[in-house]
């Protein structure tokens, strides 16, 4: 998606050969009609795939989710990432180690929101070893549902997440993919996969 590469160039802060910090995008500040273009593009790679649902994780996922829930015309569900006093006792729940804080979490999605005939898009904002991606795609698994594809914004294919959630035969859309940020630099990867 050449207009989101332009805006990483102008606005993406490489933090390190791992790190791109894209808060002005994706993170912190939201540009509702980039976000909207975002999920038109996610809604046209997968049309056809019979989306019933689209799931998230809290919380920059959400914005660009909603977009692509809002233009496939279905609900958005968002994995909570904390129990709260109110959550379901029964909740789906996986714990998942987070790329950026360096810590533990786990994140919940209620039974009531997900359903074993369900056809799932999983959409997030950015993947790096798809720790994050893993725990949802678990979640999905048990409930008996059906992930019929994976869209992520940011690809950063010089780390493991997004192959090894193809080799597992889910169909991954990357609007942006990353090959490297060596030397302060982002480098995009064209190759079409
Ligand atoms: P993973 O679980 O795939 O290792 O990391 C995914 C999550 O960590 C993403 O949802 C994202 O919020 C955060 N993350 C990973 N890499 C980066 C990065 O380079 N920049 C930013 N801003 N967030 C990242």
Do not use: W
Request: one cysteine or more; glycine letters at 8%.
């Amino acid at each position: 998606m050449e207009v989101l590469k332009q805006r990483i160039l102008q606005e993406g802060v490489v933090m390190s050969d791992q790190v791109l910090k894209l808060d002005g995008l994706l993170n912190h500040q939201i540009d509702p009609a980039l976000t909207m273009e975002m999920g038109r593009e996610f809604a046209a790679r997968f049309r056809e795939s019979g989306v019933t649902r689209v799931i998230t994780v809290e919380s920059s996922g959400i914005p660009v989710a909603f977009a692509a829930a809002h233009e496939l015309g279905v609900p958005l569900v968002f994995a909570r990432r904390k129990k709260t006093l109110l959550a379901d006792p029964d909740a789906y729940c996986e714990r998942v180690p987070s790329f950026t804080k360096g810590i533990v979490t786990d994140i919940m999605v209620s039974r009531e929101y997900i359903h074993e005939n369900d056809r799932i898009l999983f959409i997030d904002d950015i993947i790096a070893n798809g720790d994050a991606a893993r725990g949802v795609i678990k979640i999905i698994e048990r409930s008996g549902a059906e992930l019929v594809g994976f869209g992520v914004v940011v690809e950063k294919c010089f780390q493991a997440g997004a192959r090894t959630i193809r080799e597992q035969g889910i169909p991954v859309e990357a609007l942006v993919r990353i090959r490297s940020l060596n030397d302060g630099t982002v480098q995009f990867d064209d190759n079409e996969l």
